[in-house]
């Protein structure tokens, strides 16, 4: 995702993964730049996703925990 922008979990990069418990089967993305998305940025989402056995679903949040994208493992 490094691509796509700097991550920092205090607001002041671009995105977050939010490292709270890997234990489940889904991943928590903080994104702090306004929509639209950087293109390409769901389509490399869905890529990894879909090379990862243990994770099955990326959830994309804005500040407010607000649901701005969810992909799910095909």
């Known amino acids: ?7 920092e979990g205090l607001g002041a990069g ?8 890997f234990a489940s089967a889904e991943v ?6 306004p ?6 940025f769901q389509a ?3 890529t990894w996703l879909n090379g990862q056995n243990a994770v099955k679903k990326i ?6 925990g607000d649901v701005i994208l969810g992909i799910a493992h095909k």
Request: charged share 20%; glycine share 6%; net charge negative.
């Open 1 to 7: 995702m490094s691509q796509f922008g700097v991550e």
């Open 14 to 21: 671009d995105f977050w993964v939010i490292e709270d418990s």
């Open 28 to 33: 928590t993305v903080m994104v702090f730049k």
């Open 35 to 40: 929509l639209p998305l950087p293109e390409g």
């Open 44 to 46: 490399a989402l869905t």
């Open 59 to 64: 959830t994309l949040a804005n500040r407010e």
